[in-house]
Structures are given as C-alpha cells and as structure tokens.
C-alpha cells in the first residue's frame, strides 16, 4: 500500500463527550484522525461524574472519568465543540457536511482557568436564585419547628452545611417537608430556591412524604436476571400501590434502586436499613408481617 494511499483523510465527528463519547474520540484521534468532539453541555465528561460507584466493579466513577477528560481536553487531534448542537446533516456516509450551532457564552473559554470569579462578579444575575424580598413569615407546626431547629442548631455554619442539615432533616421526617426547608431558608438566610436546586439534585433526598417503612427492590443485572421484575409486581399486588407510591395507610413506600452492592445475594430488596438476599416471591408477605 502506497502512503498516498494509507494517509488518513477526512474527519469524524463524535456526538455527546460523556465517557462514551470520550473514548471513541481518543481512539480516532490516536488512529490519526482529526474528531469533532460536539457536547450540548458546557463541558465535557457527561453524567458519570455525578455517580459514586460504577456497576460491577464499584470502581469510583471520577476515578475512571477523569483521566479521559484529561487525555480528551489536551489532545491535538481533537476539537471541542462544547455548547453546542447540531443542526442539520447533509450528503451521505464518507462524504457529509454538518451544521453545529454553537450557543454563546458570557466568557471566553480559550481564557477561563475555573478559577469561578466570574460567578461573584457577574453583572446578570439569575433571578431564580435570589431570595424575593417581602417574604412571608413560615407557618410551621410547633413540634416540627422544635425538630428543625434543633437540627439547624447542631449545624453551625453557611451554605457548606445545606448537605448535612437536608441529610438529617429527610432522617427524621422520611422526606423534606415544604414547612422544615422554609425554614432552614429563614433560619440559615439562605434563598429557598438554592437549597431546593440542592434537594432535588440528589436521589437521597425526597421532596414528597414517604411510608413509615420504604421497600426497595433492586433492579441491577444481577437482580433482574433473577427475577426481580416479578418480586416487584408481587410487592405491588400485595400493597395495592405503583412504584414510587405510598400505601394508604403511610405504612410502606415502595421503590426501586439500581444495585445496593449485594449482587451475589441476587435478587435483594431492602426494608428501610434491613437487606434480604436471595428473594423469591414466596418470601414477600412474610416480609410485609414483619413491618405490620
């Protein structure tokens, strides 16, 4: 093969920079091709930074994310196009020509370090995260007041302590009730708005009411393999309630969770801190008779 004939022409282009995305644009560019690498988000690396663990070797997500985003970011043969979207394709396989539409940034990112200085020096604020003036005092009940407070009282600090006070707050109530965050805001003079994008950005917290007892079921490969889907159903019919609801009686919540680590005792489900392995159909209202 001649070298006129082995040299690499063209160019690939790589849509969403998760570690998919990633990977497959370090591979092409090391085979020696130039890679359009397009992410409609404001930086690459996806959603596999917001996990702990990664399914089946618990390895830590950032630990396996991060060398690619470096390798990714510094490579020469890859272009970033973060921000961005496609807008249309035309020609055909080996021969197109595609429209990116790239979305217009307050900075200038051939600049930004992330030293995060812009946020405190903008000029346009987002009204969404600033506390509205003329609020009303909270209407909270007497014994949940004392509750809330003491747990605000345990936390001393800012808005570094949001994590832990939503923490014990979901511990003692099951969920975050509307009347305990209203008043973390008042106490802590933190906007509701902010702590509200918190609650809602972790699965841990719940902002509707939950049952005295929550039955999760897991639903990993290993789990389902096994049969899991049906134990689930059977929870259902024995409950009278859909996954993500909460019986009549706010006795059980019932849910389900993606692996909880015990995948040789597949199919588990747990009961509020209680892990039962090795789950059959068989076993669910002798479960359900322990919590009645």
């Known amino acids: 093969m001649s070298s006129k004939t082995a040299e690499k022409v063209g160019a690939v282009l790589v849509v969403g920079a998760g570690v998919g995305g990633m990977q ?3 591979d092409l560019a090391e085979a020696g091709y130039k890679v359009y690498l397009v992410e409609k988000g404001p930086s690459i690396g996806g959603v596999m930074a917001q996990l702990d663990k990664t399914f089946p070797t618990n390895d830590c997500a950032m630990c396996t994310l991060a060398p690619r985003m470096v390798d990714c970011g510094g490579h020469l043969n890859i272009e970033k ?11 055909s396989a080996g021969n197109f020509k595609v429209s990116i539409r790239k979305k217009a940034r307050s900075v200038d990112p051939d600049k930004c370090t992330g030293c995060g200085e812009c946020v405190t020096n903008c000029l346009v ?35 570094e302590t949001i994590v832990p006070i939503l923490h014990d707050i979901n511990e003692e109530f099951k969920w975050l009730p509307p009347e305990a965050l209203c ?3 008042e106490v802590k003079e933190i906007p509701i708005e902010h702590i509200l994008r918190i609650a809602s950005f972790y699965n841990a917290f719940s902002l509707t009411p939950k049952g005295r007892h929550v039955i999760r079921v897991c639903t990993g490969t290993a789990c389902y393999v096994k049969g899991a889907q049906r134990i689930l159903d059977t929870f259902g019919r024995e409950l009278s309630v859909e996954v993500g609801g909460v019986t009549e009686d706010k006795q059980f919540s019932l849910e389900t969770v993606n692996c909880v680590g015990c995948c040789g005792q597949s199919p588990v489900v747990t009961v509020d801190d209680d892990i039962y392995g090795y789950m059959n159909q068989t076993m669910v209202q002798d479960i359900l008779g322990k919590y009645t």
């Open 125 to 159: 604020k987002n009204i969404v995260y600033l506390d509205q003036p003329g609020r009303s005092a909270v209407e909270i009940e007497a014994g949940m007041k004392t509750k809330v407070d003491d747990i605000l009282g345990r936390c001393s600090g800012g808005r």
């Open 183 to 185: 008043r973390m805001a």
């Open 81 to 91: 196009l973060t921000y961005s979207e496609i807008e249309s394709i035309e020609g």
């Open 24 to 26: 497959a644009s370090l």
